[in-house]
């Protein structure tokens, strides 16, 4: 893959999306991260499938060819069934499943176009398992999943890598701190070190390309 092409990361955030963007530029790429908080042209709701089309007409105007996107977008979200609503259901369907979708129906023509690129949907331990309280989030881990699994299938012929990487733990940052206030034993993933395995997905020739990756830390023993 040239190097003088685009990355984009559809839902940046502090940690992973700052060891993304850091780790593909000094491989070469230009890497452009787009949420629904970053200011403009890069602030885009990618629930809005027209204003993710717009998005990507703005990168075919101003950034080199396309190589690929990587997709983070989510919504956590915990909450016993009986109390989720379906309006949180759907939003929460919303922020990882269709984002998703409509991401990547504006990039796949753009990348076949130009000879192919990859395509990396960031999932959970909730794509494979679903626990209590995690019912809408697993519901739409799991879509997500299904979904990849079919781009794989049906555009590995236009030269497209599609790709799911089942995160399963929590990533080193301030949010996870924040949130889940894990303890100083704690196996954390090391964003770093995950962002060096996106790079060698987008890396990888054709002939091995990984559909799944199951990434799950280890805790260190002395």
Known sequence: MAKNRTVLIAGHAAGLGEALRARFESAGYGVVSVSRSAPSPWGVDLTDADAVERLFQHLDQHCPPLAGVIHNAMQFHRQPLMQTSPQTL?????????????????????????????????????????????????????????????????????????????IDGLIRSAKTTERFKPDADSALIEPEALAEQYLHLFEQPPSVWTEELNIRPTAHTR
């Open 90 to 166: 759907e939003a929460v369907w919303k922020s990882m499943v269709l984002t998703a979708f409509n991401t990547a129906q504006a990039a796949i023509p753009r990348l076949a176009k130009t000879g192919g690129g990859t395509l990396i949907f960031s999932g959970a331990s909730g794509s494979l398992k679903a626990g209590p309280g995690f019912s809408a989030f697993s519901a739409s881990k799991f879509a997500l999943r299904g979904l990849t699994q079919a781009m794989a299938r049906e555009h590995a012929a236009d030269g497209i890598h599609v790709a799911h990487v089942v």
